[in-house]
């Protein structure tokens, strides 16, 4: 994983051809949202809270939850910058609040009681329920929650103006939103075996490691959002 996506994502990329343009938009998008959504993180959550689910219900609550986590990334780069300007927030107040977020999800994730989840585990539903239950709280916040948002945002404002560009640029982040999207339902459906495969020792390690680098991305996050406003104060 890479640090400091956002302050990356808000910078203009230099004309190239059309594959190369396609790659460093893929290049500049994969990393910042794969950090920052955390699929291998959040299947442990996801287990965590489907554990009193069967396999069939855990698969497609699995599947749900990549369907609304792609919605809600696509929605966020493409129309994210919009809906900013209509409140009148700017990007870098953006970045501080979700810096803040994800620093404070990185944080109750690393206090977190050994062997406990911040999420409590859901009962069994009807598999007409599975979508509701997948939407909330398993993509929003686990997946695809504020911080994800406020990156994808970010990278949404750093789209070309010049049609061909931005043709681009829409293909290339969306093939980034429909990869993580895949590698979510991957590893959300199979993540009881993942645990199995590396046992309770290794699961603990890796959901405090991840949760250190989400923590260490949050504080980044909010940095370049104070770095982006004090450059804006007068001089003196």
Known sequence: MRGAPPADAGARIERSSPLGLEMKFFLLAFPALFAIVNPIGGAFVFMAATERMDLVMRSLLARWVAIHSLIILNASI????????????????????????????????????????????????????????????????????????????????????????????????????VAISAIVYVLYRNASRVSQLIGPTGTSIVVRLLSFVLFCIGIQVLWSGIADLIATLPAH
């Open 78 to 177: 493409y129309i994210g910058a919009y809906v900013l300007e209509f409140f009148g927030i700017s990007l870098p107040v953006l970045r501080v609040a979700g810096g803040i977020v994800i620093a404070l999800s990185g944080w109750r994730a690393l206090q977190a009681p050994e062997g406990k989840s911040d999420q409590p585990a859901i009962a069994q539903s009807d598999l007409s329920a599975a979508s509701r239950i997948a939407f909330f709280p398993l993509t929003m916040p686990i997946t695809a929650g504020p911080g994800a948002i406020s990156v994808a945002v970010a990278l949404g404002s750093s789209r070309p103006t010049d049609t061909a560009d931005l043709i681009v640029f829409l293909l290339g982040v969306t093939v980034v939103t």
